[in-house]
């Protein structure tokens, strides 16, 4: 079925499969953000990102990667921390611009007097970034935000690279972008099915839920889970270790006794070697207990880069259990109308 290209092209008319396959190309992407300029390192003490779903996942990659050198705090809320003051930097990232967690979260911070920079496609934070002067990085136009990811993740690092935050993040994401161009050629959909990875997991997942679990790649289990429930349509879960051991682990061991599930663990070779040890003891000791993990070693000389690998298989494959569950990858309908009824 997944080598049938009319059906591809049937179910995934705005070719989402093609968009998450070139989505390395948009770590290259050059910021010139207008508006003041940003404050400097000396001036922060602590950074917050205010967005939802595909605008705030790119700041759990610079959350373990980039050597950041103050805290760095994802809010997913209407509210900042308690924290927030004039000497935090508020990233405030929406890719349509009309997240109305995220512009409440824009209220907060000017009431507390932070740092603010904006982060958008357009819509009102856009329009509100140019009447309230605030710093603004304009995000190329995308498929989806969740397909924006990369171009989030860049503007992301750049915002933080110019405070003097971070060294040489940018840079580093311009050499993954140029060594991954051709990275998803062997899961793209002319690639046949007994040669493609991809296709060959989503085949092996399609009809369960999957539960993705990561060490280092906790940020990019979460992420799975976000592409599996927005590309596929389809429920899933994520942990992370070692907190997995400290309670999840026991539930595995009792109800449900039937385990419809598919589960995942995203393996780096920069994972602390207690951890590398607690997957290999977990799928031991679970062995009965839960299906066999489909374990998924991640690829890349440094952290970036197997967090960029990781995290492209993973979109790939949602896409494929997307067309196996029958389902158009593109559109998240259900979200649309929930924002409507909560007016």
Known sequence: MLDDQNFIAQKDPQDLLGVVATSPAQLAHVYEPTGPALPSKDQIDTVVVAGMGGSAWPAETLQVWGGLQVPLVVSRTYMLPAFVNDRTLVLVSSFSGNTEETLSALDDAKKRSAKIAVIS??????????AENLTFLQVPDCTQPRAAANFTLKAMATVLEKVGLISGACAELEKVAAKYADLAKEWTADAPTAHNAAKQLAEEIMGKTPIIYGGILGGSALKWKIFFNEN?????????????NHNEFIGWSSHPIDKPFAVINLLSSFDHPRVQE??????KMLSGMRPESIDIQAKGDSLIEQIIWVELFGSMISVYVALLNGV?????DLVEKFKKELG
């Open 328 to 332: 158009n990858p593109t559109p998240v």
């Open 232 to 244: 596929a349509k389809n429920l899933a879960w994520w942990n992370q270790l070692p907190e997995f």
């Open 121 to 130: 496609h357009g819509g009102k934070l856009k329009e509100r970034a140019a």
């Open 278 to 283: 607690r997957f290999v003891v977990s799928e």
